[in-house]
């Protein structure tokens, strides 16, 4: 079984600061773990992804996460926040043998001026 | 490039109608998945198609049905629709099941019941 746990449904940063979103991750075979983000109204577009190989995983608008085995974290994070970044993230799990992706609950990102 | 395509992608029916909504995959993609998504809610699994065979299923009701034809697009069928229906309705589509890749989102279907 596999299940998502992304702490704090809302988190606020101030323009030019520090994005930390977080996500934890349970799986009982290896996991695929994504970022995917979702502006309102919007499909879900993918941020970035972990799969195989290196852990720091760098995606699209500056995000990158890190895989950590030993936490089961893939924390998502961007150096200096952006007004654009506001909008919904969602981590997810896939896993081999398995068809379909499991989301955590969300987390709202709001960009302060 | 291509993407997933959902049709409709607004639909108002009132309580115990039936919907239909169609989802074309990204070319040479084998799988499609059905999320809804509550408003405020994450996106929850219904249902997913790999080489047209039903491949897993969550918590689809059992007046949802859903099934992946030849070309490989999808249809999901709702039946005796209630209000707690209306959602957004996402399929999307990736290679292998997901091995190693992503899943591909379209733009929803928001689905009013009324």
């Known amino acids: 079984a596999q299940s998502v746990t992304q702490l704090g449904s809302h988190v606020s940063v101030s323009e030019g600061a520090l994005v930390l979103l977080r996500c934890n991750y349970s799986?009982?075979?290896?996991?695929?773990l994504f970022w995917y983000v979702q502006y309102p109204n919007q499909g879900l577009q993918l941020l970035l992804k972990y799969t195989t190989g290196a852990t720091l995983v760098k995606g699209i608008n500056g995000f990158e996460a890190e895989f950590k085995k030993s936490e089961t974290s893939f924390h998502l994070t961007k150096p200096s926040a952006h007004m654009s970044d506001a909008a919904e993230y969602f981590c997810?799990?896939?896993?081999?043998?398995?068809?379909?992706?499991?989301f955590g609950t969300g987390t709202r990102l709001k960009v302060l001026a | 490039a291509a993407g997933v395509i959902q049709s409709p992608r607004h639909l108002i029916k009132e309580k115990r109608e039936t919907a239909t909504l169609k989802c074309y995959p990204i070319?040479?993609?084998?799988?499609v998945y059905w999320y809804q998504q509550g408003p405020g809610q994450d996106p929850q699994f219904l249902i997913s198609?790999?080489?047209?065979?039903?491949?897993d299923k969550g918590s689809i009701p059992d007046r949802f049905s859903a099934q992946q034809f030849s070309d490989y697009h999808s249809e999901l069928n709702m039946s005796s629709l209630e209000l707690g229906d209306s959602a957004l309705y996402f399929c999307?589509?990736?290679?292998?099941?997901?091995?190693?890749?992503?899943?591909?989102f379209g733009q929803g279907t928001r689905l009013t019941v009324v």
């Open positions: 070319p040479r993609h084998d799988t």
């Open positions: 997810a799990v896939t896993g081999s043998g398995t068809y379909k992706y499991i």
């Open positions: 999307a589509s990736s290679l292998e099941g997901g091995m190693n890749t992503e899943a591909f």
């Open positions: 198609f790999y080489e047209k065979m039903q491949s």
């Open positions: 799986s009982s075979v290896p996991p695929y």
